[in-house]
């Protein structure tokens, strides 16, 4: 039998008879069939020309009721906090390897390989030395590290770089990793990039929208459409249902039940379509995760031993789309 709460002794004695004489030939019944009615619920809903309650079960109704009451546990949303869940995050790495590592690993580990690949994949899609990059959800910096050499190559110093992310300390270890002081590393804590408009060749958010609200991934690209050029780039990888090497992303995410954890999150390509025509920005592909297309400046080896050269895929899936 499930009741609300909110009801008193007083709100109870005002039912009718009617209604106690329906308690009673439940009881009756269930009692028939041997007591054993497992998940029935009633609700008791009384009604008048003042107020519409719900009530729950007192002492002195307990006589007929001839199976215990079931308050069933109604839990609450978890919102996602994204600065205290990576903060929580960089706060565990660093204790338990060090700052250095602790750096690597807050944006996934393999800082040097995972830098090639994100730089060459930008490479693969036009980057030239003179272009102007912004980085969002940059890290620690590992593909500004990798742009280093490549952006200061065109005569005048070569292209500007702004990197943005939520993690103060990352930035701080990127600005001392790149040491260039014409690159900006600036926090941010909503989905803003703090760059002027038409102010960018490439945007790129990569292993970005894997933890962001479908929401907050509208206004970013809604941002990166504002900041670029006419023309621009704008990159990001992804998480993809439909991508069988994705599901092991899925099945971990499953098994950890920190409500604090960082979040995995998925997103369909029909979605990425309809963000796109509404911003008016054209598709201009949706790399597969497992889709080699990557032109590498350089091998390297991923952590599991295998080696990464030539052309490659990125792993997760990949968007680029025109402004």
């Excluded at 009604?47 to 009451?69: M, Q």
């Excluded at 869940?85 to 807050?106: F, N, P, Q, T």
């Excluded at 103060?168 to 990039?193: G, H, S």
């Amino acid at each position: 039998m499930k009741f609300g709460q909110g009801g008193s002794e007083n709100d109870l004695r005002s039912l009718s008879g009617a209604a106690l004489r329906v308690l009673r030939v439940i009881k009756s019944v269930t009692a028939r069939a041997g007591g054993g009615c497992g998940a029935l619920y009633i609700m008791i809903v009384i009604t008048s020309h003042r107020t519409r309650r719900h009530f729950a079960p007192e002492n002195n109704l307990a006589p007929l009721l001839p199976f215990p009451v079931l308050r069933p546990h109604r839990p609450s949303m978890q919102v996602p906090d994204y600065i205290k869940s990576y903060e929580a995050h960089l706060d565990a790495l660093i204790a338990a390897h060090g700052r250095e590592e602790a750096m690597s690993l807050v944006v996934g580990g393999q800082y040097h390989g995972i830098g090639i690949l994100e730089s060459s994949a930008l490479l693969s899609h036009g980057l030239r030395p003179e272009h102007n990059v912004i980085d969002v959800g940059c890290g620690s910096g590992r593909l500004a590290v990798a742009l280093r050499p490549f952006l200061a190559a065109a005569p005048g110093g070569g292209g500007r770089y702004l990197g943005t992310d939520v993690l103060a300390r990352a930035l701080d270890y990127a600005r001392e990793r790149c040491a260039r002081p014409d690159w900006e590393f600036i926090r941010t804590i909503e989905p803003l990039i703090p760059a002027a408009d038409r102010s960018a060749d490439y945007v790129c958010f990569f292993s970005v929208f894997t933890h962001l609200l479908d929401e907050d991934i509208y206004r970013f690209l809604a941002e990166a459409k504002r900041v670029s050029r006419p023309g621009g780039t704008i990159m990001f990888s992804y998480l993809d249902f439909e991508t069988p090497t994705h599901w092991a992303v899925f099945e971990s995410t499953l098994a950890n039940r920190d409500p604090h954890r960082v979040l995995n999150k998925f997103i369909s390509k029909p979605a990425i379509i309809k963000w796109a025509a509404q911003l008016n920005l054209t598709v201009e592909r949706l790399y597969e995760g497992y889709e080699p297309w990557i032109k590498l400046t350089e091998p390297f080896t991923y952590i599991t031993g295998r080696e990464a050269s030539g052309v490659v895929e990125f792993g997760q899936s990949v968007g680029i789309l025109r402004v």
